[in-house]
């Protein structure tokens, strides 16, 4: 069965504080997203990553960066969170078409 | 820059109604569509995807492409209490990156 897991799942920071997703999955996908979902404007996609360091910005990159330094494995990172980075956070793998997406993280930057 | 609109963004419906979603996009060299369904504090899951004009039925759920008129639907037949969850359309044009739109939210009551 595919998995994509996301650690944590519910999240509270301080706005300036950095804070770390994580994402995994087990199925080998080369193809690895984050995106963010916010009420109303469906999933943005924030970064794109085709592999192992090889990373693209998404729609809304600004404010993020990501980390992929294993194939099972991509990292998203706030640098001195904001307020206006409060939001449901997913991530997706994908090995030709279809998307599998991991359950969220629930980020409250207070 | 793909555009995306889905109409309406809510609905209610009784049980056992049809139901009609719509989904419209700007760039007709889109190559692979979907409709995703995410119920309450889940994640998105994939539903229903085609790749060349025409229909697909899957058992209640009917998905039909017009490329040229830039339009993509999802129809659910007999509609059902468990189908209540937001809709999403989601489309590739080329390369990875994924485009959704901001999603219908269906209640279907009892």
């Known amino acids: 069965d595919m998995k994509v897991t996301q650690m944590p799942r519910y999240l509270i920071k301080r706005m300036g504080e950095n804070v770390l997703l994580e994402c995994g999955q087990d199925m080998s996908h080369e193809t690895m997203y984050w995106y963010r979902q916010d009420p109303g404007l469906g999933l943005q996609l924030i970064y794109i990553s085709y592999d192992v360091d090889s990373n693209s910005e998404g729609d809304i990159p600004k404010g993020y960066r990501v980390s992929r330094k294993k194939r099972e494995h991509f990292s998203l990172i706030l640098d001195s969170a904001k307020t206006n980075q409060t939001s449901v956070y997913f991530c997706?793998?994908?090995?030709?078409?279809?998307?599998?997406f991991g359950p969220g993280t629930r980020l409250t930057v207070l | 820059q793909q555009n995306v609109q889905q109409s309406p963004e809510s609905l209610i419906v009784p049980e056992g109604a049809r139901t009609s979603l719509n989904c419209t996009f700007s760039d007709s060299a889109s190559q692979y569509f979907w409709w995703y369904r995410q119920h309450s504090g889940k994640a998105p899951k994939a539903l229903m995807?085609?790749?060349?004009?025409g229909e697909k039925e899957e058992g209640r759920f009917t998905i039909h492409l017009n490329k040229a008129s830039l339009h993509f639907s999802l129809h659910i037949r007999d509609s059902q209490p468990s189908d209540s969850a937001l809709y999403l359309c989601a489309l590739r044009t080329g390369g990875y990156k994924v485009v959704f739109g901001s999603g219908t939210r269906l209640l279907v009551s009892p």
């Open positions: 997706a793998s994908s090995l030709s078409r279809e998307q599998y």
């Open positions: 995807s085609i790749f060349s004009n």
